[in-house]
């Protein structure tokens, strides 16, 4: 079974950048998403990658500011112009990589990365 730990979370000032990082076992098999949840709201998809990396998804809300990426053991999240509303809890999971991914049907989440963006 797989383990995830996400890292590279912390408190950052408007637009500035975070890299995060999500390590696993044998995690090169497996399509892998990154979410977010912040207080009071549900936990929504970020972005997605396939296991090749030949394919990726991201919300409208981070579109042209953040990146996914991978190699044999970690998928990356590379978040720029980092605004207050990115401000969350962030986590990796295994999971389908489609157009409408979805939180529901990933397994294998970590215990997630706090990310702070605050002036």
């Known amino acids: 079974q797989l383990q995830f730990v996400e890292s590279g979370g912390g408190l950052v000032h408007p637009g500035g950048s975070l890299t995060l990082s999500c390590a696993a076992f044998s995690l090169g098999s497996y399509h892998i998403g990154w979410f977010r949840q912040a207080p009071g709201k549900e936990r929504e998809g970020v972005s997605c990658?396939?296991?090749?990396?030949?394919w990726t998804n991201y919300a409208d809300s981070v579109k042209g500011r953040f990146t996914i990426s991978r190699d044999n053991s970690t998928v990356y999240l590379q978040m720029n112009s980092l605004k207050p509303e990115d401000t969350a809890i962030y986590y990796c999971?295994?999971?389908?990589?489609?157009?409408?991914?979805?939180?529901?049907?990933?397994?294998?989440w970590g215990q997630g990365t706090q990310v702070t963006v605050s002036s």
């Open positions: 990658i396939t296991n090749g990396g030949g």
């Open positions: 999971a295994a999971g389908p990589c489609v157009k409408n991914f979805k939180p529901g049907v990933y397994r294998y």
